[in-house]
C-alpha cells in the first residue's frame, strides 16, 4: 500500500473485521529511534497487506483503526511493535492482544520466537532469513514481501488457539490484565 486511498481502503475493510494482525518491520542503526520500514496488517491468513511508511505521508487514517476499541490488534512481542507505532502515528493503541505474552500463561515459555510459536502450535516452519535485512530500501525484493507477510499471516489463528488453552478463570483474568496494560499509554511515554 503506497497511496492514501490504497491505506483509506484498507482501513475500511479492516473495520469491517474483529480482529487484525499487526507488525512492524525497521531499522534501528545509527538513530536514537527507530526508521519505520513497513507496516505488515493481516486481514486473514490470504489477506495481508504491507503499508510503505515511507510513501505515505499521512498516516491518520490507519491511527482510527489502532484505536479502534472493538477491533482486537493481535502482534507477538508487542511493546517494540506498538511503541514503534505509536510513535509514528499518534496513536493510543486500544485492545491488544500479545501471543508472545499469551503463550507465557498457556504453559509455553514467555519469551518464544514467532516462528516457534507457529511451528509448536501449527506445524509451519517459517524461515527467518530477513530479519536483518534493510527494510528502508525500496523495492523491496519478493524475499522480504513474502518473510513480511508470514510474520502475520498465522496471528489470528495463533491468538484462537492460545485461548482455548487458557483453562482457569483465574488465568484469565491475569492474561487480560497484562493485555489491558499493553494499551496503557504510559507504557510508551
Known amino acids: 500500500i503506497t497511496s492514501q486511498e490504497e491505506l483509506e481502503q484498507l482501513v475500511q475493510k479492516a473495520t469491517e473485521s474483529d480482529s487484525i494482525a499487526l507488525d512492524t518491520e525497521f531499522v534501528w542503526e545509527r538513530t536514537y529511534f527507530p526508521q519505520l520500514g513497513l507496516i505488515q496488517v493481516g486481514l486473514s491468513n490470504d489477506?495481508?497487506?504491507?503499508?510503505?511508511?515511507?510513501?505515505?505521508?499521512?498516516?491518520?487514517?490507519?491511527?482510527?483503526l489502532l484505536e479502534d476499541n472493538s477491533i482486537i490488534k493481535i502482534l507477538h512481542d508487542a511493546p517494540q511493535d506498538l511503541a514503534i507505532l505509536q510513535r509514528a502515528t499518534g496513536a493510543n493503541i486500544q485492545n491488544v492482544f500479545d501471543t508472545q505474552l499469551a503463550a507465557g500463561f498457556c504453559g509455553l515459555?514467555?519469551?518464544?520466537?514467532?516462528?516457534?510459536?507457529?511451528?509448536?502450535?501449527?506445524?509451519?516452519?517459517?524461515?527467518?532469513?530477513?530479519?536483518?535485512?534493510?527494510?528502508?530500501?525500496?523495492?523491496?525484493?519478493?524475499?522480504?514481501?513474502?518473510?513480511?507477510?508470514?510474520?502475520?499471516?498465522?496471528?489470528?489463528a495463533i491468538r484462537i488457539l492460545l485461548l482455548t488453552r487458557v483453562y482457569s478463570p483465574e488465568v484469565k483474568s491475569f492474561l487480560e490484565e497484562e493485555m489491558n496494560n499493553l494499551s496503557s499509554p504510559d507504557t510508551y511515554a
Open 47 to 64: 489477506d495481508c497487506r504491507l503499508i510503505d511508511p515511507l510513501a505515505i505521508e499521512d498516516l491518520s487514517p490507519f491511527k482510527k
Open 109 to 156: 515459555t514467555s519469551t518464544i520466537s514467532l516462528s516457534h510459536l507457529i511451528e509448536e502450535l501449527l506445524e509451519i516452519f517459517l524461515p527467518k532469513t530477513e530479519t536483518r535485512t534493510n527494510w528502508l530500501q525500496r523495492p523491496l525484493e519478493n524475499k522480504q514481501i513474502a518473510y513480511a507477510q508470514d510474520d502475520v499471516r498465522y496471528l489470528r
